[in-house]
């Protein structure tokens, strides 16, 4: 099974080119990040301080990026289920409750 094929069934898509534009929007977004924690001036040599708010930061503005792009690329359904699932894990809100 291809690289390609493997995705779709992961992310339960269509089609190979819906598995490109998703892979496009991740680049893109990870693309901008860069852009700007360079615009921002964060470096290695930033004291770390600096570093940790950044990423910190850097959550809300990903996720927010990444709808704008899903958004661009006919995507947006895909990315807001996705973030959904990634929230759940994150703030726990998936775990199944044990009956006593």
């Known amino acids: ?5 493997n995705l779709k069934t ?9 598995v490109l534009l998703i ?3 991740f680049a893109c977004t990870g693309s901008s990040v860069v852009v700007l924690k360079h615009l921002i ?4 040599s930033s004291p770390s301080s600096h570093r940790v708010m950044f990423y910190i930061a850097v959550l809300p503005i990903y996720n927010i990026m990444l709808l704008g792009y899903g958004f661009l690329f ?3 359904k895909f990315f807001l289920e996705f973030e959904k699932k990634f929230f759940k ?3 726990g809100l998936n775990k199944k409750q044990k009956n006593d």
């Open 1 to 5: 099974m291809s690289f390609i094929e």
């Open 10 to 18: 992961r992310w339960q898509v269509k089609s190979g080119v819906q």
């Open 23 to 25: 892979l496009i929007v």
């Open 41 to 44: 001036g964060i470096t290695n």
């Open 74 to 76: 006919g995507q947006f």
């Open 89 to 91: 894990r994150i703030f």
